[in-house]
């Protein structure tokens, strides 16, 4: 028999984030076990006319602390959050990008997952032009308001020569980006990737537009830290929300050579896509499902040996209602006793980055062996009766957890993450 050659074991060794209930990775931990919600009245413009005027903004932050007035000015504000996030993480792995020469610059690639990229930043500029003031539009409207810039950005902050790409694909877009990076370390294309996913979508034309469309959750604006509830019988609707969580990945064996701390593997990953509608879930939930027993088959694992799942939990009646479904369908009688939680109830909706922020969730429960909680989860709803962690952290050891996020596009995305011993 011929030996089979085994794939590279992918590890993350770095996190950064920049969260609506906290900036920096352990702010943010801290306060996702505590139960603390970002979710607040919008500061960043003027919402007061919209019928939805709460959002999971992030307060605090600086983004000339991470780039220049001048360039403040001729980029969105996603882009000073991912920078942000990306310092950390490449900090936190212990990586030294000063001293690092060009042959390893040209194997460090940046895979972003983002579903509006740089909208704020046209809004922006579009309101610039209307309002007479068109001599103070950006020299750089095009190129930053183009999605692949994003990805640009981080490169060149840091001098990262491998490639550089954008996965946009709705809410799964960072969990796909995750996905591909993993993918590109094992057939060595890169020797590191950074990764993880960036949105920032408040804006008035943007917030129109998901009010048009009556999505938002329009009943708590008064008590914005109980609007996002998913899983829970009076939810009616998600909180849009922002954030940047990036990781850095790389070969476990180059990890352990060098002594840096390990977080975990991402073992298995897949997707699939309904073809069904342009923002709704089919009733019957296998596609999601699927693309969760995919991912656990592709970590050479079962059902029996997942400990957790971080949920997609948007908080619309349709979402919650069918992936607690696709949970039955993917782990069987098993989906009853795994403990699974959704930590948008505590920062909103951070569109495309929102499967990046359930993985830094999820390999901080590995870390610190304590799950999340569901916040706001207060009316129990027959159709969802699965142990979503209401209300505290619980303290468990996770050695194979998944994450799970759906998409616009009947899109569908799972991760599973393993420790690592």
Known sequence: MPDIEMKPRVVVTGIGAVSPNGIGRESFWSATLQGKSGVRQIRTFDAAPLPVRIAGEIAGFDPLQYISEKDAANVSRVVPMAIAAASEAIHDAGVNTDAMP??????????????GGGQEFVQRQLSLYLSGHSKQCSVYTIPS????????EISMHFGFRGFSHVISTGCTSS???????????QCNMADTVICGGADAPLSFLIMKGFTLMRILTASWNEQPERASRPFSADRDGFVLGEGAWLFVLEKYEKAAARGAH???????????????HRVRLGEDGEEPARAIRTAIEQAGITSEEVDYVNLHGTSTVLNDRIETRALKLALGSRAYRVPCSALKSMIGHPQGACGAAGLAATLLAIR?????????????DPECDLDYVPGRCRPANVDHAVCNCIAFGSKNSALVISRVA
């Open 368 to 380: 610190d062996h304590c799950l999340p909680p569901t916040i706001n989860l207060d009316v129990p």
């Open 145 to 152: 308001a183009t999605m692949g810039t994003l990805a640009s």
């Open 175 to 185: 969990t796909d980006a995750l996905g591909y990076a993993a993918q590109n370390i």
């Open 262 to 276: 390990i977080y975990g593997e991402i073992n298995g990953y897949a997707s699939t896509c309904e073809a069904f």
């Open 102 to 115: 060009l042959d390893e610059r040209r194997r460090v690639g940046v895979l972003l997952g983002s579903g």
